[in-house]
């Protein structure tokens, strides 16, 4: 029985687990945290990756622990609508996806549908990797060694793992900084996400979810790096001056900063020359971190499918890993692309420019309000290539 070892049990990595047990593997995932993480915000599930969802047999249990968003509604700096757009109906449709999910819910369904026919091990990671030439010796921080077929990191967009199968990976800093908080719900917070943006391309959003909380979002474009390598005490700072003379709803998501739970992330992308070397391989975010626009859990699920599919009998591993590189760039390539201009467009420095930005949106929510899901082809696409077929794991 072939056997594989996944480093990180978030979504990309228990994924895989569950294609590679369908076809009869043997896995073992690390997890450097002590305990499955059960924080983190909205995500979406579309397009190629909400088939991959359906043919698990997982589709009925995420639309049910769904966060019941109704959709997005852009505001003005005193709160008022200026367009909305309600959640999509189908696979890719809107703004807000019909299956929109908490990232910890996602995880939490991912590793009981895996639990018995995985071997977890949390509080543990890979130290060090040696190629043979039918296998590869991991030596986990432990000390323990495990011999695998293949070694995944599926790991986040910083992976520290990374650099075991591509070292030196560079990220694509795109200065955009976003800090997600968890804060108590008010009679006031609906089931809509609102976002409201102002000048000096500062945003505002909150977003229901279905633990009786809200999710929090302040965001902002800087030249700086290095934000979110700073204490929480220093990016608390931070976004208080930050956001100081920002109204709406502003003052209460700053209020809750000294307690609410949060992290702020640098938003930015792994562009590879490639994802593998001999038996090790990268997948999800470690991979290929997308970027802004919400396409990486359906990437994730995607990249499963594909990777365990082309390892699917354990024969000549080396081979299948760039099979499945040559399968998922297209995907990954327009996923990626990503120009500056684009989150300029989206958060105006100006007073001038979100004058435009209110009035591109209340014309997008007129067209779509006529003409159905005409908008749609103007995001960011979710389907790019068609979902292959692998002998051993279920068809469509």
């Not at 562009?271 to 994730?300: I, N, Y």
């Amino acid at each position: 029985m072939p056997h594989a070892l996944i480093s990180g049990a978030s979504i990309a990595g228990p994924a895989l687990a569950h294609q590679l047990h369908t076809l009869g593997w043997r896995v073992t995932v690390v997890e450097r945290a002590e305990r499955l993480r059960d924080e983190g915000q909205n995500v979406d599930i579309r397009g190629t990756g909400r088939e991959v969802v359906r043919r698990m047999g997982l589709e009925g249990a995420l639309l049910g622990a769904g966060t019941g968003e109704l959709g997005v509604r852009f505001l003005d700096g005193r709160g008022g609508t200026v367009a909305e757009f309600p959640a999509g109906e189908g696979d890719s449709d809107g703004m807000t996806a019909e299956l929109e999910i908490l990232r910890g819910e996602l995880s939490r369904i991912l590793y009981e549908a895996t639990a018995d026919s995985t071997d977890y091990r949390f509080g543990e990671q890979i130290a060090d990797l040696v190629d043979h030439d039918d296998h590869v010796t991991a030596t986990l921080a432990s000390g323990e060694e495990i011999d695998a077929d293949v070694v995944v990191v599926a790991e986040g967009t910083r992976s520290r793992t990374r650099d075991l199968v591509v070292p030196q990976a560079d990220l694509v800093e795109l200065g955009l900084y976003i800090a997600y908080l968890t804060i108590p719900r008010t009679a006031d917070d609906d089931r809509w996400w609102r976002w409201m943006h102002t000048v000096g391309t500062r945003g505002v959003g909150l977003r229901p979810d279905n633990r009786g909380t809200t999710r929090a979002m302040l965001s902002f474009l800087s030249d700086v790096r290095g934000v979110e390598a700073l204490d929480r005490e220093s990016q608390v700072l931070l976004l208080r001056r930050t956001f100081a003379d920002v109204g709406w709803e502003t003052p209460r998501v700053l209020a809750a900063l000294d307690d609410a739970p949060m992290y702020l992330d640098a938003v930015a992308q792994a562009k590879l020359d490639r994802w593998s070397s001999g038996r090790r391989v990268l997948l999800g975010d470690a991979a290929w971190s997308a970027g802004p626009f919400g396409t990486g859990t359906s990437l994730a699920f995607t990249g499963s499918w594909v990777l365990a599919g082309e390892l699917a009998d354990g024969t000549d591993v080396p081979a299948a890993l760039r099979r499945y590189e040559q399968v998922m760039r297209p995907f990954v390539d327009r996923a990626q692309d990503v120009k500056p201009a684009m989150l300029r467009a989206m958060n105006p420095r100006t007073a001038a420019g979100h004058a435009l930005r209110r009035g591109a949106f209340k014309v997008a929510a007129g067209v779509m309000d006529r003409f159905g899901g005409l908008l749609s082809r103007f995001s960011p696409a979710a389907a790019v290539i068609d979902l292959p077929t692998y002998r051993g794991l279920p068809a469509a």
